[in-house]
């Protein structure tokens, strides 16, 4: 089973290596020199892996270098999409997101005025938002540490299959940020509006490492990841409750702290509510189990 999950999921990050290397070469593209630093570290990560798969020594350690190097690849090739998916310039669906929000009886201007107006409030929203990597990193040991590896898979297929889709979504409805559409701010203010326009006018060809960027509007990718960590310590009361408080703020943080419309926040829940359900549907069917490293024990911690 292990072997088996674990060669899908290279074979799925090589398969779109390959299709993005032939996008970028078709459309005038290069990998940024930043690309090979992340390689190396993936190359160590694999090295320490195999090194402890043959000894036979610690699992736990060689379950973490091995997830490491599989995540830090899926994000680098989603990362690089993410890019190569803004380039396709389709019209701004800013005005669309605007009129969908007030629909649902959200107005962005007074909740952003709101938020600044108190300085605590925004300080934990901006607490909370920029808590993603320390969560992500934190399930990662967690897992591997408590022998539930298979959390770690589940993790990573979630990440994968909505990170197509997020993509998908930023490739078919492209739009800038609602502090630019509301004229609050100069699109030079921020750095990922500049790689955006850059990809869009075609003056940006450097992709991937340093230019990774967000650059996608709806859905939102932190909102998805929110309720993924939340959701992978379900087995854990406490752990939960706090991650239920964490990432609820989290995802309040994203109109402000993540320049994201209210819809690009109900469209990532639904999103990730979405590929929870496939990936939990497609890890019982005993003649495709691909999802989990290895079957799911009673944990008790």
């Known amino acids: 089973m292990i072997l088996r999950n674990s060669s899908l999921k290279w074979l799925l990050l090589i398969a779109l290596s390959c299709a993005e ?5 078709s459309a005038g593209f290069q990998l940024d020199d930043d690309v090979l630093r992340h390689g190396e570290l993936i190359v160590v990560l694999l090295l320490v892996s195999w090194v402890y798969f043959y000894t036979g020594r610690e699992r736990r350690i060689m379950e973490l270098s091995h997830f490491g190097a599989q995540y830090m690849y899926l994000f680098l090739v989603l990362a690089v999409l993410s890019y190569l998916a803004v380039s396709t310039n389709k019209p701004l669906a800013d005005r669309h997101f605007d009129t969908l929000d007030r629909a649902m009886g959200f107005d962005w201007a007074a909740w952003k005025n709101w938020v600044f107006a108190h300085p605590w409030f925004r300080f934990v929203l901006f ?10 990193f934190f399930c990662y040991i967690y897992n591997a540490h408590i022998r539930a590896s298979w959390r770690n898979s589940e993790i990573w297929w979630i990440t994968f299959v909505s990170g197509l889709v997020t993509i998908a979504g930023s490739a078919l409805f492209p739009a800038s940020n609602p502090y630019v559409y509301y004229g609050l701010e100069d699109a030079n203010h921020f750095e990922h509006m500049q790689h955006f ?5 075609g003056t940006l060809h450097i992709v991937g490492g340093g230019n990774d960027e967000g650059l996608i509007q709806l859905p939102s990718f932190h909102t998805i990841l929110a309720i993924m960590l939340t959701y992978n310590v379900r087995h854990n009361r406490w752990l939960f409750l706090i991650a239920a408080v964490l990432n609820g703020a989290l995802i309040l943080g994203c109109p402000t702290e993540g320049s994201h419309y209210f819809i690009d926040l109900v469209v990532g829940a639904a999103v990730a509510a979405a590929t929870i359900w496939v990936v939990r549907v497609l890890d019982r069917q005993p003649a495709i189990q691909w999802v989990t490293l290895e079957a799911p024990v009673q944990v008790t911690q």
């Open 21 to 25: 290397w032939i996008w970028m070469k």
């Open 127 to 136: 607490v909370a938002y920029h808590s993603l990597p320390i969560q992500l």
């Open 197 to 201: 326009l850059g990809l869009r006018t």
